[in-house]
């Protein structure tokens, strides 16, 4: 007997969704594949991009809060997300992907769409994200979205190595080595330094989770008793499974260049003293002189990002000393 049977289309992906951190195993599912098969298309088949530390994302996760969103399909998988950060006016969009099996059905749209809504609604100034510059789709697809092309992020490392002794009246701290009752004090400070090189960035959050989350630290330092420069780095291994080698800066901001040479110095002295072979600065290529300070002192590039940033919401400089806000996690 012959039974007629009624193909279905599958509902479309329903979100966004809030992300929590038992969605961790299948976020890292769908980043894997969504970006092994972007190397795929870019003619490298033998990359396999591996899965992210668990504990990256769970900062990633609360760093992002509200604006950590996913999308699932009818039988509740996660098929794509993304993790827009607010770092008080400043924001940026990452890491973002969806599945390659839900691509090219606008999914992708929607999903940076919902992003850009969620950060203008929660008032930032700047909106931008970093995506790979050889990739033309998705120079593309992010142009096609209102964003435009700016400078490189180049990661440059420098080898990890003790310091000789401070100049008179430096002085170097990290946060996790002071008293309960100094740190809130302390974090106010590093507020109070970017919000004088740059009004509106606000990286408290992101010093408070990596203390609470012991994934690094935040090394402070001072001059004549003033607070010139402060770096959020973490220490922990970016992949998962892999041993740690490197301390990794996710946020610097620096009064003066002279400060920018002592915080880096301070930093290579406290990679060595915590285990990593090397510091990890992801410099932005207009910042000309900083980024000729680190080569000259022997930095390597190992990874180029190209900055976008969203028509209306541009990227700012402070006009004297240097801020670096790390785009991706």
């Known amino acids: 007997m012959a039974v007629s049977r009624t193909w279905r289309q599958p509902r479309p992906p329903t979100g966004p969704h809030p992300i929590r951190d038992a969605d961790i195993p299948r976020l890292n599912e769908v980043f894997s594949e969504a970006f092994t098969d972007r190397y795929r298309r870019d003619g490298l088949a033998g990359v396999r991009v591996p899965h992210l530390n668990p504990a990256v994302w769970r900062f990633a996760i609360a760093d992002a809060n509200r604006?950590?969103?996913?999308?699932?399909?009818?039988?509740?998988?996660?098929?794509?997300?993304?993790?827009?950060?607010?770092?008080?006016?400043?924001?940026?969009?990452?890491?973002?992907?969806?599945?390659?099996?839900?691509?090219?059905?606008?999914?992708?749209?929607?999903?940076?769409?919902?992003?850009?809504?969620?950060?203008?609604?929660?008032?930032?100034?700047?909106?931008?994200?970093?995506?790979?510059?050889?990739?033309?789709?998705?120079?593309?697809?992010?142009?096609?979205?209102?964003?435009?092309?700016?400078?490189?992020?180049?990661?440059?490392?420098?080898?990890?190595?003790?310091?000789?002794?401070?100049?008179?009246?430096?002085?170097?701290?990290?946060?996790?080595?002071?008293?309960?009752?100094e740190i809130d004090g302390a974090v106010a400070e590093c507020l109070s330094l970017s919000e004088a090189l740059l009004p509106g960035y606000d990286f408290s959050r992101e010093i408070s989770l990596t203390e609470e989350l012991a994934l690094g630290d935040t090394m402070m330092l001072r001059r004549s008793g003033e607070l010139v420069g402060f770096a959020v780095c973490h220490s922990v291994p970016l992949v998962e499974g892999r041993v740690r080698e490197e301390l990794r800066v996710l946020k610097l901001a620096a009064k003066d260049d002279q400060a920018f040479e002592e915080l880096v110095t301070v930093l290579a002295d406290?990679?060595?003293?915590?285990?990593?072979?090397?510091?990890?600065?992801?410099?932005?290529?207009?910042?000309?002189?900083?980024?000729?300070?680190?080569?000259?002192r022997g930095g390597k590039i190992r990874w180029s990002d190209l900055r976008m940033t969203l028509e209306g919401f541009p990227e700012v400089r402070p006009e004297s000393g240097i801020i670096l806000s790390n785009w991706e996690i």
């Open 67 to 181: 604006g950590a969103m996913l999308w699932r399909d009818e039988r509740g998988n996660v098929v794509a997300f993304n993790v827009a950060h607010l770092s008080g006016t400043e924001a940026w969009m990452g890491p973002l992907a969806v599945h390659p099996d839900y691509q090219t059905h606008g999914l992708g749209k929607a999903m940076v769409g919902a992003g850009i809504e969620y950060l203008k609604a929660a008032g930032a100034r700047v909106i931008g994200l970093e995506t790979m510059p050889r990739t033309m789709d998705n120079i593309g697809f992010y142009s096609s979205m209102g964003f435009t092309p700016g400078h490189l992020t180049l990661t440059v490392t420098v080898d990890a190595e003790f310091a000789a002794p401070p100049p008179m009246g430096q002085t170097s701290m990290r946060l996790g080595g002071l008293d309960t009752g």
């Open 270 to 296: 406290h990679a060595r003293r915590s285990g990593t072979r090397r510091l990890a600065i992801r410099m932005q290529s207009v910042a000309t002189e900083n980024y000729r300070r680190l080569i000259r």
